[in-house]
């Protein structure tokens, strides 16, 4: 038969594995309840006849091809000489049985609630361990919460966590030997896998590997097997974890991080992100918005967003968004833009302004003001009527006669049809018309006319 010898590479021919197989029970004590099964072989728990020692024992079930993948788990697997991941302790000759230390269990099994720290650990040292392999072109292509099992720890650490289950390895071309993998036949955990796993697995790079372990810290964080169409972390949650998980989970290969070396990294950075105070990074990000730093705005929206009760974060560092950027984000994202918009000003109503110089209160007014142009001017008129109120608000609350100049003008200006979503907030607040009515006003809209100038 002919077989391929990974460790020289090329074709050998080596005799027929059952010729020179050892049965495991002529050198274990097999468990009689198996550990568990997979799709080509059963795992039992076992003991070495003479040392004793006990041991996770896997055997390929009697089929050619659950032969092919046991044999081809036994020898990448044995070169793949890492902390994390699982050793080959003794194996069959003829490759049809191996053993290895016994799993307490998978990461599946073990998951408490979402450990932060002890993620950042998981994704750390499955990291390091994948990027072994695929310095050596080996590609595992099957990450998953259970191919993920546990070895209890040392010097102090609960675990030592290693990647298991290499039986889908995809090996350098050169190296390919009989094909267990074909164009159009999907492989992987469904939830887990990279999508171009399901056109050509046989092309899969490392960044599938990427992409399945992204996947793996989404599941890790919410507790829920990721689903096509359902966003992979909730809104608001976990926020500093998003651009980690975004990056490895991009379906777009080119689009998406290569490397477990690039992904360690982006490990790194979330846990100085998490750590970092709010304010010094909201002042980071707002230094980044005024140099046109690309991301510097989203991630700002989403630290106030996420910190909605933070007073000085709104005056200090999100009012303080230039004017340019902050009319094309309320353009892009005028929902988010309203909402947050709105929270500001019942910050400026409700909140005291602390020991700040009074006059800097034209700031917050202007970003508002700003924010409610752009969503008029475009069209976006529901979301500009809901923060119109609270701005209407803020500006009666403050009477800065700068920014009341301001907003009349602009009230003067407004056409059909949205001087009749902003009418009825007028009509609605007497002391927002007795602010801003004047004798003799001039408007485009007979409307706002009537409802300001009295007539
Ligand atoms: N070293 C081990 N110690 C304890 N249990 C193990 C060990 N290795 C595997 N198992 C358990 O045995 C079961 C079968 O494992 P196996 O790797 O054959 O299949 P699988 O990953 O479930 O499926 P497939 O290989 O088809 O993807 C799993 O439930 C796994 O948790």
Same mark, same amino acid.
């Given at each position: 038969m002919r077989l391929v010898? /990974?460790?020289?590479?090329?074709?050998?021919?080596? +005799?027929? +594995?059952?010729?020179?197989?050892?049965?495991?029970?002529?050198?274990?004590?097999?468990?009689?309840?198996?550990?568990?099964?997979?799709? =080509?072989?059963?795992?039992? &728990?076992?003991?070495?006849?003479?040392?004793?020692?006990?041991?996770?024992?896997?055997?390929?079930?009697?089929?050619?091809?659950?032969?092919?993948?046991?044999?081809?788990? %036994?020898?990448?697997?044995?070169?793949?000489?890492?902390?994390?991941?699982?050793? %080959?302790?003794?194996?069959? *000759?003829?490759?049809?049985?191996?053993?290895? *230390?016994?799993? %307490?269990?998978n990461l599946e099994g073990l998951r408490q609630g979402p450990d932060e720290e002890e993620l950042a650990s998981i994704l750390l040292a499955i990291g390091e361990a994948l990027d072994v392999a695929h310095q050596l072109g080996l590609v595992h292509r099957d990450i998953s919460p259970p191919n993920i099992l546990a070895l209890p720890g040392q010097s102090g650490a609960k675990y030592r966590w290693v990647v298991a289950d290499w039986g889908m390895v995809r090996r350098p071309p050169d190296e390919a030997s009989r094909i267990l993998t074909r164009t159009g036949q999907g492989m992987g955990t469904p939830g887990f896998d990279a999508p171009e796993l399901s056109t050509d697995p046989r092309k899969a790079t490392p960044a599938a590997d990427v992409y399945s372990l992204g996947r793996v810290a989404a599941w890790y964080l919410t507790g829920t097997t990721p689903r096509s169409g359902v966003r992979l972390l909730p809104d608001a949650e976990f926020l500093h974890w998003r651009p980690f998980v975004n990056a490895c989970t991009q379906?777009?290969?080119?689009?998406?991080?290569?490397?477990?070396?690039?992904?360690?990294?982006?490990?790194?950075?979330?846990?100085?992100?998490?750590?970092? /105070?709010? *304010?010094?990074?909201?002042s980071r990000l707002l230094e980044g918005v005024v140099l046109g730093q690309e991301g510097s705005l989203e991630a700002l929206v989403r630290l106030v967003d996420a910190h909605q009760?933070?007073?000085?974060? =709104?005056?200090?560092?999100?009012?303080?968004?230039?004017? !340019?950027?902050?009319?094309?984000?309320?353009?892009?994202?005028?929902?988010?833009?309203?909402?947050?918009?709105?929270?500001?000003?019942?910050?400026?109503?409700?909140?005291?302004?602390?020991? &700040?110089?009074?006059?800097?209160?034209?700031?917050?007014?202007?970003?508002?003001?700003?924010?409610?142009?752009?969503?008029?001017?475009?069209?976006?008129?529901?979301?500009?009527?809901?923060?119109?109120?609270?701005?209407?608000?803020?500006?009666?609350?403050?009477?800065?006669? +700068?920014?009341?100049?301001?907003?009349?003008?602009?009230?003067?200006?407004?056409?059909? *049809?949205?001087? &009749?979503? %902003?009418?009825?907030?007028? !009509?609605?607040?007497?002391?927002?018309?007795?602010?801003?009515?004047? /004798? !003799?006003w001039q408007a485009r809209s007979v409307v706002l006319g009537t409802i300001l100038a009295g007539g």
């Open positions: 010898d /990974p460790v020289k590479g090329g074709w050998v021919v080596m +005799e027929d +594995e059952s010729n020179i197989s050892i049965k495991a029970q002529d050198r274990y004590r097999l468990d009689a309840r198996t550990l568990g099964h997979g799709s =080509y072989a059963q795992v039992f &728990r076992a003991a070495h006849k003479e040392t004793h020692e006990e041991v996770a024992l896997k055997r390929s079930y009697n089929r050619q091809d659950a032969r092919d993948r046991i044999r081809r788990e %036994i020898q990448d697997q044995k070169r793949l000489a890492h902390p994390n991941i699982m050793p %080959i302790l003794d194996h069959d *000759p003829g490759f049809t049985w191996y053993t290895m *230390p016994l799993a %307490i269990d379906q777009d290969l080119q689009m998406r991080t290569q490397s477990m070396s690039e992904l360690r990294r982006m490990v790194q950075a979330v846990l100085i992100d998490r750590d970092e /105070p709010v *304010p010094t990074k909201a009760d933070d007073t000085s974060l =709104y005056f200090d560092y999100f009012a303080q968004i230039p004017t !340019g950027p902050t009319r094309s984000w309320s353009q892009s994202d005028p929902e988010r833009a309203a909402l947050l918009a709105s929270v500001l000003a019942r910050h400026l109503v409700n909140d005291s302004w602390g020991d &700040r110089d009074k006059e800097y209160v034209s700031t917050p007014l202007a970003f508002l003001h700003t924010v409610l142009q752009a969503l008029v001017s475009d069209n976006n008129l529901g979301h500009a009527q809901d923060l119109a109120a609270d701005f209407f608000a803020a500006d009666v609350h403050w009477q800065d006669q +700068e920014q009341r100049r301001r907003s009349l003008e602009w009230l003067a200006d407004l056409e059909a *049809p949205a001087d &009749r979503a %902003i009418a009825p907030v007028l !009509g609605a607040r007497p002391d927002v018309v007795e602010y801003y009515r004047e /004798p !003799g």
